[in-house]
């Protein structure tokens, strides 16, 4: 059974950084796309950031210029920096691995909270 899971959450204030953190078991972790995905209360899931197999990235819009996501095969974790975190911010963030093939894997998430 392949497991994922996210690290790194947790409180910050306003204008301050976290990393999170996402690990895979799986071995097809190189060639798939992983991407992170945010929910707020309310609203939909929403794409961070994803980069692909051969590297190439994507932001949502509201993090870019912000948020750097990277990945290292070989340790088969994914990684998300986050810089000048706002209160829109605050969310679970949710690690997904795969998803156009037939492997699409969720973490189970980790609350980020950005208050003073």
């Known amino acids: 059974q392949v497991q994922v899971a996210e690290s790194g959450g947790g409180l910050v204030q306003p204008g301050g950084r976290l990393t999170l953190s996402c690990s895979c078991s799986?071995?097809?972790?190189?060639?798939?796309?992983v991407a992170w995905y945010r929910q707020v209360l309310g609203r939909p899931r929403e794409l961070v950031a994803e980069?692909?197999?051969?590297?190439?990235?994507n932001y949502g819009g509201a993090v870019k210029g912000r948020f750097t996501i990277s990945r290292d095969n070989a340790k088969s974790t994914v990684a998300l920096q986050m810089n000048s975190l706002n209160p829109e911010d605050t969310g679970v963030y949710y690690c997904?691995?795969?998803?156009?093939?037939?492997?699409?894997?969720w973490g189970q998430g980790t609350q980020v909270t950005v208050s003073s």
């Open positions: 799986g071995s097809f972790f190189e060639v798939v796309t």
């Open positions: 997904r691995i795969g998803g156009a093939g037939p492997w699409d894997y």
């Open positions: 980069i692909t197999r051969r590297g190439t990235i």
